[in-house]
């Protein structure tokens, strides 16, 4: 073979061997996509509450249609009522702005359906995967690993999300049948204990406390509430001082 030919055969050989690394570090480098997965109380659709600027967006309460904040049009979606096991499978019918105190909209026919207490709507709800497949590790996707909590008034603290999986140690906390706001996880203990007298300060709530889940895991939990309308108003309040992701568990 002459000089010529091996310069040309380098010449392919090499550029095929770079893609092939490429691919192999791009794959090695994507990260696994993260399902949507949250709980807490459903807003069932009433036309007043579009006409009162509460919704921006409609439906039809004879169809099965849902609205969510975070989702995209046709994500699909489990809708489950805990209280009777009782499933629905269907898509994001469009993406919607509403009230943080509520995970998602349903129609009317959902909630009949799956059998909802008018007074405690409450859900779970979860992306499923395209092919079908349950997503069994719940994961909420809009929760970004935050700073650690140290010794600052409420509007200053920045907080570390320990786990996207937030009820992973819930039944450890309460074991009635109570409404509970995951209100953040820390890694010292002094930092839950200064964020939960800063709240009292703020809002004079005395039913804010703090459980250890682990040597390093600090929970800071407002709760137990027996009902929808007793946690409302600590839920609005958290919500003012800047609490957005807050989640709400059902023991």
């Known amino acids: 073979m002459n ?25 090695i480098h994507e990260k696994p996509k993260q399902y949507y997965s949250s709980s807490g109380f459903a807003l069932i659709y009433e036309d007043n509450l ?28 489990r809708i489950i009522n805990p209280a009777n096991s009782k499933v629905i499978e269907t898509k994001i019918y469009k993406k919607a702005n509403y009230p943080k105190i509520f995970t998602i909209v349903v129609s009317e026919k959902i909630a009949t359906i799956l059998e909802l207490d008018l007074d405690n709507p409450f859900v779970e709800v979860a992306e ?7 997503v069994a590790n719940k994961t909420n996707t809009y929760d970004e690993e935050k700073n650690v909590a140290e010794k600052a ?13 937030k009820d992973e140690d819930k039944k450890k906390v309460f074991k009635d049948n109570n409404f509970i706001i995951l209100i953040n996880d820390f890694y010292y203990e002094d930092s839950a204990i200064n964020l939960k007298n800063e ?4 809002t004079g709530f005395s039913n804010i406390l703090v459980r ?20 409302k108003t600590t839920y609005i309040s958290l919500n003012n001082l800047g609490f957005e992701d807050l989640n709400i568990y059902k023991n």
């Open 3 to 27: 000089l010529k030919k091996i310069i040309l055969m380098f010449a392919y050989i090499i550029p095929l061997y770079s893609c092939a690394d490429y691919n192999i570090n791009k794959a």
């Open 50 to 77: 579009y006409t009162q600027k509460i919704l921006n967006k409609k439906i039809n309460n004879e169809d099965i249609k849902v609205l969510h904040n975070l989702l995209k049009t046709n994500t699909p979606i």
């Open 128 to 134: 499923v995967k395209k092919n079908k497949t349950f």
């Open 153 to 165: 008034p409420v509007d200053e603290i920045k907080m570390d999300n320990l786990t996207n999986n």
């Open 199 to 202: 709240l009292f300060k703020k």
């Open 212 to 231: 250890k889940i682990s040597n390093n895991k600090y929970r800071l939990l407002a709760g137990p509430f027996k009902n929808f309308s007793a946690l």
